[in-house]
């Protein structure tokens, strides 16, 4: 299972400590949730920060984009250091062009779902997509409850990838914790973002080590 812990949830007056933290743990990324008070209720951070973390780390900037327009900022994420930038479906009147463009710059292009948003609203994209994201909880918060539908979700993109010969990976993204990743993992999950459940924890290295196992005893049929 790939882990992406969210930083979202870290002490933001310690961030380095938290990304040495990550550096050091089986996380294969870090994943950055960029918010902008207009898409989502909620501000977070933006590209300085996401700027200075990239130098601290050798692992793969995962950036969320919780905004309106992100198409205005392929390049500046680019510039800062992201490997995959994530862009919600509801946000992007051109899709297609977008993705485009984040691929072009030579980043990995991931689509961001809603929970409420269908599956199938991506037919005609999911061939040219790195990775979908499905939001298990509505964006703008940390430490929200998971929403059980996602399974459903899961269950019908994995179907969706497979028609159509995409080779998208599937993350999930909000309310995971140990407690479902072995069901996400067995619903066809490939990738798990945490914040709560890894942050709040006494042992944070060591539940992103426990996510990070969540899939050797529940593989899924790909
Ligand atoms: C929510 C963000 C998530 C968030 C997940 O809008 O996109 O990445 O940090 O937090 P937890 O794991 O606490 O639900
Ligand atoms: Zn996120």
Request: aromatic share 4%.
């Amino acid at each position: 299972m790939i882990v992406s812990p969210s930083l979202l949830s870290a002490d933001f007056a310690r961030l380095g400590e938290s990304v040495a933290m990550i550096d050091r743990s089986e996380a294969a990324w870090i994943h950055c949730d960029v918010m902008d008070g207009v898409f989502v209720p909620n501000i977070s951070f933006g590209f300085p920060v996401i700027e200075s973390i990239s130098r601290l780390t050798a692992k793969p900037l995962d950036v969320h984009l919780m905004i309106v327009e992100p198409q205005k900022y392929v390049s500046r994420v680019r510039d800062c250091g992201a490997a995959i930038m994530n862009v919600h479906l509801e946000a992007c009147t051109h899709l297609h062009r977008t993705v485009e463009a984040i691929k072009a710059a030579g980043m990995k292009a991931a689509v961001t779902l809603n929970p409420a948003t269908p599956v199938a609203l991506l037919q005609d994209i999911i061939a040219d997509l790195d990775m979908v994201l499905l939001m298990s909880v509505n964006p703008g918060f940390g430490g929200q409850k998971f929403i059980d539908n996602t399974y459903n979700k899961i269950k019908r993109l994995r179907e969706l990838i497979a028609a159509t010969g995409s080779h998208a990976l599937i993350e999930i993204d909000g309310g995971v914790s140990t407690a479902n990743a072995a069901a996400l993992a067995s619903a066809g999950a490939d990738v798990l973002v945490a914040g709560n459940a890894v942050f709040s924890a006494d042992d944070p290295a060591g539940v992103i080590s426990q996510l990070a196992g969540a899939d050797s005893h529940f593989p899924h049929s790909k």
